[in-house]
């Protein structure tokens, strides 16, 4: 019965416990940011900035191996094509001068097209599949150490600025009448997002991020009636996803990333089913 | 009386050379009620953002309490229209009355003070028992009276609504009227409204919006002459809607 669990404590399997293990690290930033990306109804900017990312990641590697500048990670390039494409829609959405969702198509398309052109002009093997679809099961032991430092950077300020926070997300407007500065918040929310993506891209992968931020958020948000009961079941969901999936993915030789968001895709549908019999 | 709120030659336009406001001047004093009305798309609620200093005017000046917008918006309670806000955000009926005690100093919780003034300005809009209820399960009545609840917790000096009646449940209506004379008493209530039987109750003054702006005297109408005189105002301002059209661009009663 329990030969399914000796099966995974073999030691061959590190690297599935590692990648579970950095599931639940993620959890906390996941659960948090999603909700967030949800409620405030940036999914489709947080799209673009998992587009963008391939942009940064794709000019970081040409950086590093044709012009030799040695620090040009594919990790920090990814840092830097998702920031500044968040930034730039979020920035463009406040002033309202552009179609925000023009705006997020372009940048959407031209962070993807670019990476794909700087990886295709870069020398050497690069595996960009990993980029779009994920790599959880090659996790090293700095990207647990970076999750911890990511799950921090949201996990502090969201302590102490929980209120403003709500106020804020709640109607801007308002709050900033109270002497909120709502665009700061809004900005901040926007970096951390973007953050998030990046790591994300490891667990599942650029094209799957989406889903990611945005399902177990959708989930909590069916049964929860405060922001901060979202953010904790959302938090325990994403935990319970990244695990079952991984598992799932294991057990029936499944690849990882689609096998952790087609699990949580069918809860979704689930609790959508649920949620309207108990309606009706 | 001291002003509140004055507006001198003010134009404002959201797009360059369109102007939504023009040659704005308007004073309202300390203890006035009055009552905004005007066509939609008249400028109304951009009045009410000039107030606030939401939006900056393309010419002329805009006083808050003798000072900046900014620096004296804190003293004003302001009721926005509910359908603006998210229908299904996660907050409870408390959480969003307790928002109106936020202040940039706020030190990251709320204190007791705070709660016990959301409570309170709950139980002045009757709304007590819904408390703990999820906002997005409310009726629109009944959100929009949460959100004058919100206004109140600020304990403002200035009460700004826009189109408080809107919505407003039909049972709910007659009470609803009640607590505005009762708050007029306390501060200064602007009621932003294209419901005309507002007109009716006891203002002091009625704000034409139009693109242009005139304020008329609801006392001199019945200082100076007879009731009727009075009431054929209202019935006008009442019933033809071409009326205020009319005053906003005559300058014209």
Not at chain 1, 150 to 178: E, G, K
Not at chain 2, 88 to 102: A, D, H, W, Y
Request: net charge neutral.
């Amino acid at each position: 019965m329990f030969e399914w669990w000796n099966e995974l404590c073999a030691p061959e399997l590190g690297f599935l416990r590692y990648a579970m293990l950095l599931g639940v690290l993620a959890a906390p930033a996941l659960g948090v940011v999603g909700t967030m990306v949800v409620t405030r109804r940036i999914s489709s900017l947080a799209g673009a900035s998992a587009h963008a990312a391939l942009g940064g990641v794709g000019l970081a590697l040409y950086l590093q191996r044709v012009c030799l500048w040695k620090f040009c990670t594919p990790e920090l390039g990814a840092v830097f094509g998702a920031l500044v494409a968040a930034l730039v829609v979020g920035i463009v959405s406040l002033s309202a001068r552009e179609r925000e969702d023009t705006v997020i198509g372009v940048v959407w398309a031209l962070g993807m097209a670019l990476g794909l052109l700087f990886l295709d002009r870069t020398p050497g093997y690069v595996d960009w599949q990993g980029y779009l679809f994920g790599n959880i099961l090659l996790v090293s032991r700095t990207e647990l150490y970076l999750t911890i430092a990511l799950d921090a950077a949201v996990l502090l300020p969201l302590v102490f600025f929980y209120n403003r926070l709500l106020a804020v997300s709640f109607d801007s407007t308002f709050a900033q009448l109270r002497g909120v500065r709502a665009t700061a918040i809004y900005l901040t929310l926007l970096a951390l997002t973007a953050l998030t993506i990046v790591l994300l891209m490891n667990v599942v992968g650029i094209i799957l991020v989406i889903a990611m931020l945005t399902l177990p958020a959708a989930i909590a948000g069916f049964f929860a009636r405060h922001l901060w009961s979202t953010m904790l079941m959302s938090c325990v969901l994403s935990a319970v996803f990244v695990v079952a999936g991984l598992l799932l993915s294991y057990f029936c030789q499944l690849p990882s990333g689609p096998a952790i968001v087609v699990l949580a895709g069918a809860v979704y549908l689930l609790a959508l089913i649920l949620r309207r019999k108990r309606r009706a | 009386m001291t002003p509140i709120i004055e507006l001198e030659n003010v134009d404002f336009g959201y797009v360059p050379g369109e102007l939504t406001l023009e040659q704005v001047n308007l004073t309202v004093n300390s203890g006035e009620s009055g009552c905004i009305v005007g066509p939609n798309g008249g400028g109304k609620s951009t009045l009410l953002k000039l107030f606030l200093g939401l939006v900056q005017p393309t010419r002329g000046k805009v006083r808050l309490f003798g000072g900046s917008p900014e620096a004296g918006r804190r003293r004003v309670g302001y009721m926005p229209q509910y359908h603006l806000l998210d229908r299904v955000f996660p907050i409870t009926v408390f959480e969003v009355v307790l928002t109106g005690r936020m202040t940039s100093w706020l030190p990251f919780w709320y204190s007791g003070a705070d709660r016990r003034a959301a409570h309170r300005a709950l139980e002045e809009i009757g709304m007590v028992r819904l408390a703990d209820r999820p906002f997005s399960s409310l009726s629109g009545g009944q959100r929009q009276r949460v959100l004058i609840a919100r206004a109140l917790a600020c304990e403002p000096e200035l009460l700004l609504l826009d189109e408080p009646t809107a919505n407003i449940d039909p049972g709910a209506e007659e009470q609803f009227y009640g607590l505005l004379d009762e708050l007029r008493k306390r501060m200064t209530v602007l009621t932003v409204s294209h419901d005309l039987g507002f007109v009716n109750r006891e203002v002091d003054s009625v704000i034409c919006v139009n693109r242009r702006v005139v304020k008329h005297r609801a006392a001199d109408f019945s200082a100076e002459t007879a009731d009727a005189v009075y009431h054929h105002h209202v019935g006008l301002i009442q019933h033809d809607h071409s009326c205020f059209c009319h005053c906003g661009d005559k300058h014209h009663v």
